[in-house]
C-alpha cells in the first residue's frame, strides 16, 4: 500500500515523554511530527517571586544529565543584569565545571545511546554483553567526568556550590590535582574514543544546515560568547531574540525554535560547535581530528559521534591545562552591587547538546519577575523534523520496522535525552 502511518507512541528515557508520529500518502510524506506531550514543568512560571539567587539552584533541577549548563546559563543571565564580570580563576573553575559535565555526557551518548545502533543492537545491555571494554570505557570516562563535577559542584548531579558570582566554596590546589593523574588516563580513552568511532560506518547523508554556536576569539567557547552562524549571524546574547523565535505547535507541548528571517530552522551542538570554533581546538583535539580526517565542517549528522569525541579530548586537554595553573583566589565569588535597580539579564552557555539562553526580569528588589529559557532541544525541533522527512522521503521501499530504526537513530543524532528514549519504544504501525 503507498499510504501509511507510522507511530511511536511513547519514547521513554527521556528528559521529558514524546512520540513520533508519520504519515506517508500517495508515496509521499505528508507529515512529520515529533511531539513531545509531556505535561508543563512550569519552571519559568514559579521562577517568578523568587530571589535572583535562588534561580542556578532551581534550575539545574532542570537536567539531570546536563544541569551545569543551566547553573552557567542562569548565571550568566543574573551577572549580565547585575553588573558583575566573573574572570580569572573564578572563570576558570566555571570552565573546569563545565567540562567536567562534557566529559560525562559526551561518552554516554556515545558508547551508551548511540552505539549500539552501529552494532545492530536493540540497547547499551545488549553492547555490554558482546563489548564490555566499550561500556567499561564509556563509564569510566563518566565516572572521571563527575569526579570534576562532585569536587568543585558538591556533587555530581545537581551540583550545589555555584552561586550568582562565581562559588559558595572554591577547592585548593591540593584537592585539585587529586584529579590529575586519572585525567592522563582520560585522555588516553577519548583518543581511543575518536579513532573508534572514527572506523564505524556512517550513513552517507549530508544537508546544508545552519550551525548556530557560541564564538570567542580566545578559546572554544563553552561558557559564553557571541551567538554566530555559518550563515552569517553574529551577535552578542543581548541580541538573542532579535534573532530567534519560538513558537508553539499544536501536536506538541514543546515550544520549538526558528530564525525569525524566513522561519527557518538551524542546528545547534556538537556539529555546530564544530563548524564555528574548529580553529579554536586545544592541540591534541586538533590533532584527533586531523588523525581521522575530519573536515571543518561535517555536515553527516551521524558523524556528530565523532566531533563528540573529539569535543571529550579538548574537555579533558583543558581539565589538565586548567588544574596545572590553578592558584586557589582570595574570594570564592564577585560581590553583587550594594544598590541594585533592577533590570534584565541574558546569559547563554554551551551544554553538550547546544547553547541554552536564559534571560531574566528583575525588580529592584531582587525578585525574578519573568524568565524565559530556551534549550537546546527546542531549538533543534524543527531541524529534525526535517531530518526525518527527508530520510523518510528517500527510504519509502523500506519497511515499517527498518523506517522506525532508521527514524529513531536519526534522532539520537541531536539529543541525549531524546536518545535513550529511542532503545526501548512501544511501536504501532497502521496501514490506511
Not at 317 to 325: G, H, K, L
Not at 367 to 375: H, V
Amino acid at each position: 500500500m503507498s499510504d501509511r502511518t507510522i507511530a511511536v507512541d511513547y519514547i521513554t528515557r527521556v528528559e521529558g515523554e514524546g512520540a513520533l508520529h508519520v504519515t506517508i500518502k500517495d508515496k509521499t510524506v505528508k507529515d512529520v511530527e515529533l511531539r513531545i506531550f509531556e505535561a508543563p514543568r512550569f519552571f519559568e512560571a514559579f521562577l517568578r517571586g523568587r530571589m535572583y539567587t535562588e534561580a542556578p539552584d532551581i534550575t539545574a533541577r532542570i537536567c539531570g544529565i546536563c544541569p551545569v549548563a543551566y547553573q552557567m546559563s542562569s548565571c550568566n543571565a543574573m551577572e549580565n543584569a547585575l553588573g558583575i564580570k566573573v574572570d580569572g580563576q573564578l572563570r576558570a573553575l566555571r570552565r573546569l565545571l563545565y567540562c567536567g559535565e562534557w566529559i560525562e555526557s559526551h561518552p554516554l551518548h556515545i558508547y551508551l545511546l548511540q552505539a549500539p545502533d552501529f552494532f545492530a543492537l536493540p540497547d547499551a545491555l545488549q553492547l555490554a554483553k558482546v563489548n564490555p571494554e566499550a561500556v567499561v570505557k564509556a563509564l569510566t570516562l563518566k565516572k572521571i567526568g563527575n569526579d570534576i563535577m562532585t569536587l568543585l559542584g558538591g556533587r555530581e548531579i545537581h551540583p550545589i556550590n555555584v552561586r550568582v558570582g562565581g562559588f559558595y566554596r572554591t577547592p585548593t590546589k591540593e584537592e585539585l590535582m587529586t584529579l590529575r593523574p586519572r585525567l592522563d588516563t582520560a585522555l588516553a580513552l577519548a583518543e581511543e574514543t575518536v579513532r573508534l568511532t572514527a572506523t564505524l560506518k556512517y550513513p552517507a547523508v549530508e544537508h546544508d544546515y545552519e550551525f548556530v554556536a557560541l564564538r570567542r576569539d580566545d578559546e572554544y567557547a563553552m561558557l559564553d560568547g557571541n551567538v554566530v552562524s555559518n550563515k552569517g549571524v553574529n551577535v552578542p546574547v543581548t541580541k538573542y531574540e532579535d534573532v530567534f523565535d519560538e513558537y508553539h505547535a499544536p501536536y506538541a507541548n514543546a515550544l520549538q525554535s526558528v530564525k525569525k528571517d524566513g522561519r527557518t530552522s538551524y542546528f545547534v551542538g556538537p556539529l555546530a560547535r564544530y563548524a564555528i570554533n574548529h580553529d579554536k581546538l586545544t592541540p591534541r583535539a586538533a590533532k584527533m581530528a586531523k588523525e581521522v580526517g575530519l573536515e571543518p565542517v561535517v555536515r553527516n549528522p551521524y558523524k556528530g559521534m565523532i566531533v563528540r569525541a573529539v569535543e571529550t579530548v579538548m574537555a579533558v586537554e583543558e581539565s589538565i591545562r586548567i588544574i596545572e595553573q590553578y592558584k586557589q583566589p582570595e574570594k570564592s565569588f564577585v560581590e553583587p552591587p550594594a544598590k541594585f535597580a533592577g533590570g534584565v539579564g541574558c546569559g547563554i552557555s554551551e551544554a553538550p547538546r547546544g547553547i541554552l539562553f536564559h534571560k531574566y526580569k528583575i525588580g529592584a528588589d531582587g525578585l525574578i519577575q519573568e524568565a524565559k529559557i530556551t534549550p537546546p532541544t527546542a531549538q533543534n525541533k524543527k531541524r529534525m523534523e526535517e531530518d526525518l522527512r527527508d530520510l523518510v522521503s528517500k527510504s519509502l521501499d523500506k519497511s515499517d520496522a527498518e523506517l522506525t530504526a532508521m527514524c529513531e537513530h536519526s534522532i539520537r543524532n541531536y539529543d541525549p535525552c531524546i536518545s535513550c528514549a529511542t532503545h526501548f519504544l512501544k511501536l504501532n504501525i497502521t496501514r490506511e
